[in-house]
């Protein structure tokens, strides 16, 4: 008698964005008339960059000629691009890779949803809380995160790394009576909390995973959003190699949302059991992947252009100036506000002891503003709410205002 | 202690066409001279119909202008391409479906791949021998095949339905004594036999999954290259939709191996346990993709305009074409051949006893031509060999005169 996988009975609810978009789709239809300003979902509003349209046009006339057609890629990837991540966004950083190190994929998202697929269903996974919720269901579905709490909104089969004001929202490493992880989720900068890592808390992290002989899974995705002296990848830490897949993306990078690109990285060193880790991704992606677009592929390679840098340095600036701007104005509202400084994110505490949800319907009823609910992302994200430095410079400055208008 | 998905060291050797590649490589590398003709992967070689490429264009340019950028699409494609392949490509066939029961996914290997993520890992499942080996190969590392057994080349929980040239390449309902698989793979047209199926066995075969319960899922990549009045989608049968998921692809439909576009159709009535598969894969893809490019989906809308329709009707037509050729070239030399009349494949049988890499290995050296072996996709493709109608004209009938050469 054939059955479903009934992890997936134990996830509640639905994804938090589909939740968010089906709230604002209910609102709109019964406001046509209210502009509402989105500054919730992490999804980018500036247009491509100039060399990026330029090699898309060029990329398309080459599906136009026989003699310049791409059919099916190399599922890793085009070594064009392999070697231009390597070479230009690695190397600047004294990190050295090889290109078959790199496997591009369609995005950080679908890569570190379907990382799992090359580990034991029983390992032993830790999450910071508040956290990406891709991280927490991805492994629920797989059964590693075990049973579903509603009390505590937890799951019992994961280790909770709790970040919070007190640790500057970057988790303490956990005591020696501690259980250990076999699988650690980072991301930094991170979302939701736009709080970035330094270089030594970084190094803890990697000393911890080579001693109890566990795998950090780093989500570098907002990389480009640092301003001070940090690390971009993990890979500037050493021993990182031996202990660590680092996932990136070119939606906030080069504003790729709609385009799907990303990259996962598996040094040749990583070897769990006696295997390369790179071994088995290697075999998961060529079984149940065929490639990016060699379309999408030839426009990352732009973003690596000289031009191209200069062009997304831009746009990085624009969004940058939009989370000074709010951070800015929420202080001067006199709420507390962390992030935004090396990250897209910013992480108000709620004011007036409102419940994240709570801010969301108030914020989306009065200000016609929408953010994300901080407990989305988990227990310690009740009393925060995540907003995005996404938006256009006038919908940004708009926000503030009506904001100013009801704080 | 970390440990890896132990199946996926059960799994034998690369995937094949890795393999073919590097064999091909290494051939290349030792004779740089020689001009290899590769009727072996699946890929076209025609440049996208220029509506496609119009249509391209115009989304890059979208792309350019913040008023008309897309940045995150919805996860299950957008509304305008799940409307026009239910109105398009279903309702010329009398197969009425609601755009929310398509779900536009990246390719059908990814979406065929994936499948598996929403069924129980002890389901039962069923494969035809031979077979394209991303259905068993994610099944193995789910470990749903079990254990692969050297001696017989088959894994040990799997259920195969031999196909075989007795059966015209399409396996017989197994008996009331058989046990009853839970998931039931069929292609067809088939990839690698080229065989079509009739009405009436598929109606057998929907008859069958609803009697044990089984769910079938059905890969119908293949259909444009039906010229004879056969079923091009399982839903022209009725009660499909209480027991079928169908993948479709448009890599060889117009030519998007490199582009990646397919989608998948869960009917609402496929119910499981209570639960609907289509919510269940909804929630696959909320988690772990983020929607097919959006300059890709306008691709695919435009494949379904009426110039669209006409211009890949010619592309097919040139391939068929190649199936004609080959197939009359191959019967001309007194060779046995089946395929290639409502499929681009077409299934050789081995001559003079030779294995079906020992073809590989002849043709290669003798007339550098590359094929794939048909032991390849499964014991029962042992003495056979799939040639694609996917090259050039020039390059198919050359293939065509360097193996008169040899036979």
Redo the contacts between chains.
């Keep these: ?6 992890n ?2 134990k ?1 509640p609810g ?2 938090l964005f ?1 939740d968010i978009a089906r709230k604002v789709a209910a609102f709109s239809a019964a406001h046509p008339d209210r502009k509402i300003i989105r500054l919730g ?1 992490g ?6 960059a ?1 060399s990026v ?1 330029a090699a ?2 060029r990329a ?2 080459d ?4 003699a310049t ?5 190399p599922e890793q990837g085009y070594d064009f691009l392999r070697r231009q991540i390597a070479e230009t966004h690695y190397l600047r950083r004294g990190v050295k890779l090889e290109p078959d190190e790199i496997f591009v994929g ?2 950080a ?2 890569d570190t ?2 990382i799992g ?7 032993v996974v830790a999450v910071c809380d508040p956290v990406y ?2 991280y927490v ?2 492994n629920a ?1 797989s059964g590693r995160a075990g049973n579903y709490q509603p009390s505590s909104g937890r799951w019992d089969r994961l280790i909770y790394l709790p970040c919070t004001a007190e640790n500057q929202f970057c988790p303490e490493i956990p005591g020696p009576s501690a259980p250990a992880p ?2 650690i989720y980072l991301c930094y900068p991170n979302n939701p909390t736009g709080a970035a890592i330094t270089a030594q808390a970084l190094r803890g992290w990697v000393d911890y995973a080579r001693r109890v ?3 950090i899974l780093y989500d570098a995705a907002y990389e480009a959003y640092i301003t001070e002296d940090l690390p971009h990848s993990i890979f500037e830490v050493d021993g990182a190699r031996e202990c660590a897949i680092e996932f990136c993306s070119f939606s906030k990078l080069a ?1 790729f ?4 690109l990303g990259y996962t990285v598996i040094p040749k060193e990583l070897v ?2 006696g ?1 390369k ?1 790179s071994t ?1 991704w290697n ?2 992606q ?11 592929q030839r426009a990352g390679e732009a973003v690596f252009s000289e031009r191209g840098q200069e062009e997304i340095r831009q746009t990085i600036a624009y969004y940058q100036e939009n989370a000074r701007v709010i951070r800015a104005g929420l202080l001067q509202m006199g709420l507390t506000v962390y992030g935004g400084t090396n990250a897209p994110y910013l992480w108000l505490k709620t004011p007036n002891v409102l419940s994240s949800w709570g801010l969301f319907d108030y914020l989306l009823e009065k200000a016609n503003v929408v953010g994300t609910p901080g407990s989305g992302f988990g227990p310690c994200g009740e009393g925060y709410f995540r907003l995005t430095a996404f938006g ?1 410079h006038e919908n940004t400055r708009l926000a503030m205002e009506r904001l100013q208008n009801i704080f």
Tied chains: 1, 2.
């Excluded at 999804?43 to 491509?48: H, S």
């Excluded at 057609?69 to 890629?73: A, K, L, M, Q, V």
């Design positions: 008698m054939l059955k479903i996988n009934e997936y009975m996830l639905s994804y589909s979902i999804d980018v509003t500036q247009p491509l100039p349209i898309l046009h398309v006339d599906q136009a000629s026989a057609f791409h059919g099916y890629g369609d995005g998202k679908s949803g379907n697929d090359i580990f034991d269903p029983n390992a919720p891709v269901d991805t579905m076999d699988l002989g566990a795998v504003g949302t709609g385009m799907r769990v059991g295997v880790l088995l075999r998961r060529t079984t149940k992947f065929n490639g990016a677009s060699y379309v999408t256009t």
